[in-house]
C-alpha cells in the first residue's frame, strides 16, 4: 500500500474553444494521434475572464512522443480484451470502449448520454478499474461551468499488491482568454479547464506506524476552438498532511496544434478552424504595388480586476517590437495617469498602475496605445 505514490506518479491521463466544450467537437476518438513534449513547468496563472497566457518562452525537457487513441472491439459478446485486463461487457452498460495510449500505459473511456467516463488504467506495473466509472468531463461545458463527483478505485501493484483508493473530483471551467505558445503561435478563443482530485488510501489495513496517505492532483487544461485535444496542460500532485500540503511533482505538456495527426478526418473541427482563418481581410497593397511596410502587432491585451480597489494591471502582447503607451482616463476624457513606455520589445509585457487613494470611485476609460493601434474600455472604481 505504501506504493501508491508511485501509482499515481507513473501514469498521467489526458482527457478531451471558444467557452464551451462540446461532445461533437471535443470527446476522443479512435484513430486520433497527438504529439505531447514535457517543457518546463508553468503556473496556471489567475481565473476569470480575457486571460492572456505567456508560455512563449519555455525550454523542452523531454522529447516529443505520440498518445494514441483507438476503438476496443468487444472479444466475444461478453468480454472485451484491454491488454493485460478483461471487461465485462455488462461493466460498460453502453456507449464505446475507447483506449488511449502513452508510453506504457492505456487509459480507457466511454461516451454516455453526452458525459466522457474513465473506466481505469493499466500498464507493466499497475492495473486499476474505477467503479462506478470516474467522471471526467461532461458535454457540453461552458465557462463558468462547475461538476463534481465521489469516486472509489481499486486494483493490483505488481500483479499482486491490493490497492484502494477513494476521493473526490472538481471540474470547473475557471478562465478564457488568448495563449501565447511555447511555438510562438498565438492562440484566440483558448478556455481553460481545473481538476482538483483528492485521493486517500481507503486501505482498512493501516495502523498508526502505517497510516493512509492522502494526496491531491490539480491539473490545468487548455483547450482552443477549432482543436479537439488540449494545446496545453499543467500539473501538480500534493502530498497531503494533517496540517500541510507539500509540493512532490509538478509538470508541464506542449500539444503542438499543428502536429494534432486528426485533424484531416476531423470535419467538425476543420470547418471551424476555416471560419477563424477567414476572419478579416488582407490590407491592401501600399502604392509601390507591394505589402504593407509595417509588420502585423498581432496585438492581444487584458485588464483586471474591473471592478478595481488598488492596483490595477494591464497585459499585453505584439509579435514586433513598438513604442507603447498607457493611459487612463476619466469619463470626460481628461488623463489621470499616463505612462509612456517607450520602444518596447516583442513578446509579454505587464504593467501597474495605482488606483487606491488616487482615484475617486467610478468609471474610468483606460487606453492602450501600441504604435498605430489603440484599444481599451471602461473601468469601474470602487
Not at 35 to 43: F, S, T
Not at 104 to 117: E, F, I, P
Not at 321 to 331: E, K, S
Amino acid at each position: 500500500m505504501r506504493n501508491l505514490y508511485f501509482i499515481f506518479l507513473s501514469v498521467f491521463a489526458v482527457f478531451p474553444c471558444s467557452a464551451q466544450l462540446t461532445r461533437l467537437h471535443n470527446a476522443p476518438r479512435g484513430g486520433d494521434e497527438i504529439i505531447k513534449q514535457r517543457v518546463e513547468y508553468k503556473d496556471p496563472g489567475r481565473d476569470g475572464e480575457n486571460v492572456i497566457w505567456d508560455f512563449s518562452e519555455l525550454s523542452s525537457l523531454d522529447p516529443e512522443y505520440t498518445l494514441t487513441y483507438y476503438n476496443v472491439p468487444p472479444f466475444n459478446d461478453s468480454t472485451y480484451l484491454v491488454l493485460r485486463d478483461s471487461i465485462p461487457v455488462s461493466e460498460l452498460e453502453y456507449g464505446d470502449l475507447i483506449a488511449g495510449v502513452e508510453h506504457y500505459t492505456a487509459y480507457y473511456y466511454r461516451v454516455v448520454d453526452d458525459t466522457l467516463y474513465t473506466i481505469g488504467f493499466e500498464n507493466p506495473v499497475v492495473l486499476m478499474k474505477h467503479k462506478p466509472p470516474l467522471l471526467t468531463m461532461p458535454f457540453p461545458f461552458s465557462y463558468g461551468q462547475k461538476a463534481t463527483c465521489e469516486y472509489n478505485s481499486w486494483g493490483l501493484y505488481s500483479s499482486k499488491e491490493p490497492v484502494i483508493t477513494e476521493g473526490d473530483i472538481l471540474l470547473e471551467a475557471d478562465a478564457y482568454g488568448k495563449m501565447v505558445l511555447p511555438s510562438g503561435d498565438t492562440l484566440g478563443n483558448v478556455l481553460r479547464i481545473r481538476s482538483l482530485q483528492t485521493i486517500i488510501d481507503a486501505d482498512t489495513t493501516v495502523t498508526d506506524d502505517n497510516p493512509k496517505l492522502k494526496m491531491e492532483c490539480e491539473t490545468f487544461r487548455w483547450y482552443s476552438k477549432g482543436y479537439r485535444y488540449p494545446v496545453f496542460e499543467a500539473t501538480r500532485i500534493f502530498d497531503i498532511g494533517d496540517t500541510t500540503k507539500t509540493e512532490i511533482f509538478a509538470t508541464s505538456f506542449f500539444y503542438h496544434p499543428l502536429e494534432h495527426y486528426y485533424l484531416e478526418q476531423d470535419s467538425a473541427n476543420l470547418a471551424v478552424l476555416d471560419s477563424l482563418w477567414n476572419i478579416g481581410t488582407p490590407k491592401p497593397p501600399n502604392e509601390n504595388g507591394g505589402e504593407d511596410e509595417l509588420p502585423p502587432l498581432n496585438l492581444v491585451y487584458n485588464y483586471f480586476p474591473n471592478p478595481v480597489k488598488d492596483i490595477l494591471y494591464i497585459e499585453f502582447y505584439f509579435d514586433v517590437a513598438a513604442p507603447v503607451t498607457i493611459g487612463l482616463y476619466d469619463i470626460n476624457g481628461f488623463p489621470q495617469q499616463l505612462i509612456n513606455k517607450g520602444e518596447l520589445s516583442a513578446g509579454f509585457h505587464r504593467e501597474e498602475i495605482n488606483c487606491s487613494m488616487l482615484l475617486p470611485a467610478r468609471s474610468y476609460l483606460i487606453r492602450l496605445m501600441v504604435r498605430d493601434e489603440v484599444v481599451g474600455g471602461v473601468v469601474m472604481k470602487r
